[in-house]
T-cell receptor, first 118, second 115 residues
Framework: AQKITQTQPGMFVQEKEAVTLDCTYD???????LFWYKQPSSGEMIFLIY??????QNATEGRYSLNFQKARKSANLVISASQLGDSAMYFC???????????????FGIGTKLQVIP | ETGVTQTPRHLVMGMTNKKSLKCEQH?????MYWYKQSAKKPLELMFV???????ENNSVPSRFSPECPNSSHLFLHLHTLQPEDSALYLC??????????????FGPGTRLTVL
């Protein structure tokens, strides 16, 4: 089974509207972290927001919020008041478990391409 | 310079060439990573270095050889690559890879084309 599932290959949103990007995850760990990254066409992966599995409140960072539903294993990203500069690929990622080297592996989804329409 | 920098940004090489990718982080982090990003595929972790020691090698072919001389610099030496190695190579760094709250910060990537 895939660890991170992003089912929306592409999304369109009108400028100034809100948009939700879906992410579901699969883990048997009790302690894990969920991340969202933005990747513009320039290539750099930009960290947006983090949610810990024990955090009771949804994470927020400016116009970004993470709708965390633990029982459903979903961690959707909500972008409010979309701007043209929000057009990019968005990746959901999860940190869980431990490798033999003491490293917690981060698994990324395949991403959602968001296009903001003027 | 701030954040994570990578050079070169673009690289075209033949299958018999030897080249190196460079990554430098200015964040005071202890861990550095190499990822490969191919079209339509999730990011693939290649190598992890923590305090200059390699802690993860994700079954990467030997034609990719990493080097981490200190916690701020990471290299990826390339030798006799194949066309399927063409991809975006991303470097990242983080403070504490053993913590669930640890966040990786990425560089802009090197777009590699193998002819």
């Amino acid at each position: 089974a895939q660890k991170i599932t992003q089912t929306q290959p592409g999304m369109f949103v009108q400028e100034k509207e809100a948009v939700t990007l879906d992410c579901t995850y699969d883990t048997s760990d009790q302690s894990y972290g969920l991340f969202w990254y933005k990747q513009p066409s320039s290539g750099e992966m930009i960290f947006l927001i983090y949610q810990g599995s024990y955090d009771e409140q949804n994470a927020t960072e400016g116009r970004y919020s993470l709708n965390f539903q633990k029982a459903r294993k979903s961690a959707n990203l909500v972008i409010s008041a979309s701007q043209l500069g929000d057009s990019a690929m968005y990746f959901c990622a999860m940190r869980e478990g431990y490798s033999s080297g003491g490293y917690q592996k981060v698994t990324f989804g395949i991403g959602t391409k968001l296009q903001v329409i003027p | 310079e701030t954040g994570v920098t990578q050079t070169p940004r673009h690289l075209v090489m033949g299958m018999t060439n030897k080249k190196s990718l460079k990554c430098e982080q200015h964040l005071g982090h202890n861990a550095m990573y190499w990822y490969k990003q191919s079209a339509k595929k999730p990011l693939e972790l290649m190598f992890v270095y923590n305090f200059k020691e390699q802690t993860e090698n994700n079954s990467v072919p030997s034609r990719f050889s990493p080097e981490c001389p200190n916690s701020s610099h990471l290299f990826l030496h390339l030798h006799t690559l194949q066309p399927e190695d063409s991809a975006l190579y991303l470097c990242a760094s983080s403070q504490a890879p053993g913590r669930s709250t640890d966040t990786q910060y990425f560089g802009p990537g090197t777009r590699l084309t193998v002819l």
